[in-house]
């Protein structure tokens, strides 16, 4: 039997003509809350609106609610004048920008200081049922090489002021100024695993569990493992790819060898946020850099068994086929920028929830 899994997505909304973050969410939120199936709530800044879906068995029911939810928000920001933008990063922030409402956010606000105003970043996380804190552990320490293919895939935050920042990924730059960060620790079992949340408590900006941001952790509050290596994809089959790819691996506990003993996996993230899938990766079962094509193919052929079903192989299949022909979001974002902010505004239009 599969596992269960759920999606949160968090989006941007931005000035049509300058493509500037504004602080419209709180009354996106109020308008949407108790049409969709999920959760929809505020996020870090007042401009962001996250999505938190319900507990999904199949693909098809993530596709119907991540494209509900994803048209509704659309179609609010065009009422409103605006852009709803899923996107990792936005286009342009504004220089002081100030924090939702929220003791907590207020608390972390100070415990990360000057890295408060690049925090702007929007993230896609899947939660992945699993029966037990070990199976966490064993899936966690399986997806650790896995982890940058995935952040190439979902690469999608090329801008940040109005410039190419040259990274596929920006916003995972961004992440890797937070106290924890990236590849998860290889844990022995899940008494270490808790062990050492409880260590890092109180280090750095590590105020509450929801604080560790390794790119896979085990849930605080549900039975789940929570992978958060992704940014937020322009489109929703990319997403609901994107998750089903992981639940595959979480799933089969499928681990790449990276070369062995040599653990190179951090620094593949970097290399993966710099050039997402246009260039070289580092293949899982070998630690070794080789065309981005041929690491995307052993990724799918790894989790081609634990598909369920048509859908969901039609799905990855459609992203493959889609980052051969285009490129990742990232690029898509790049080229049309190359017909100005107009063109990269209308992008976000049709790519939010297209159909």
């Known amino acids: 039997m599969q ?8 989006f941007v909304l931005l000035d049509p003509r300058s493509l500037t973050a504004v602080d419209r969410a709180p009354a996106a939120i109020a308008a949407l809350r108790g049409e969709v199936t999920g959760v929809v709530g505020k996020e870090f800044f ?38 709803a933008a899923a996107t990792g990063t936005p286009f342009r922030t504004r220089a002081h920008a100030d924090i939702s409402p929220d003791d907590r956010y207020a608390h972390i606000a100070g415990d990360i200081a000057g890295v408060l105003p690049d925090h702007q970043i929007n993230g896609m996380h899947v939660h992945v049922g699993i029966p037990d804190r070990e199976s966490g552990v064993r899936a966690s320490n399986a997806l650790r090489v896995w982890l940058p293919l995935l952040l190439a895939l979902s690469s999608n935050s090329p801008f940040w002021h109005g410039v ?22 290889v844990f022995a079992d899940a008494a270490e695993h808790d062990a050492t949340l409880r260590a890092l408590r109180g280090i750095g900006a590590t105020s509450d569990p929801g604080t560790i941001n390794w790119n896979a952790r085990l849930s605080a509050h549900y039975p789940t493992i ?29 681990p790449g060898s990276a070369g ?57 299949d459609e992203l493959r086929e889609r980052i051969t022909r285009e490129g990742s979001g990232a690029r898509r974002q790049r080229s049309a920028f190359g017909a100005g902010r107009r063109a990269l505004g209308e992008l976000y239009r049709r790519e939010i929830a297209p159909g």
């Not at 609106?49 to 199949?58: N, R």
């Not at 992704?230 to 790819?245: E, H, K, N």
């Open 3 to 10: 596992p269960t899994f759920g999606i949160e997505e968090e």
């Open 46 to 83: 007042p401009s962001q609106v996250e999505y938190a879906s319900p507990v999904f068995t199949t693909a098809a029911e993530a596709l119907e609610a991540l494209i509900g939810f994803r048209r509704r928000l659309a179609r609010w920001a065009d009422d409103a004048g605006l852009i």
């Open 260 to 316: 062995g003993a040599i653990d190179v996996t951090d620094a593949a993230l970097w290399h993966a946020a710099r050039y997402g899938v246009g260039e070289t990766l580092v293949d899982p079962s070998t630690g070794e850099l080789v065309p981005a094509g041929h690491a995307v193919g052993v990724l799918v052929e790894a989790v081609r068994p634990r598909l369920a079903d048509a859908l969901e192989r039609e799905l990855v």
């Open 164 to 185: 190419d920042t040259g990274f596929d990924s920006w916003r995972a730059i961004h992440s890797r100024r937070w106290t924890t960060y990236g590849v998860p620790p």
């Open 226 to 254: 929570e992978v958060r290596i992704f940014d937020t994809p322009l489109d929703p089959r990319t997403s609901v790819a994107l998750a089903v790819i992981t639940r595959a691996l979480v799933a089969s506990e499928t």
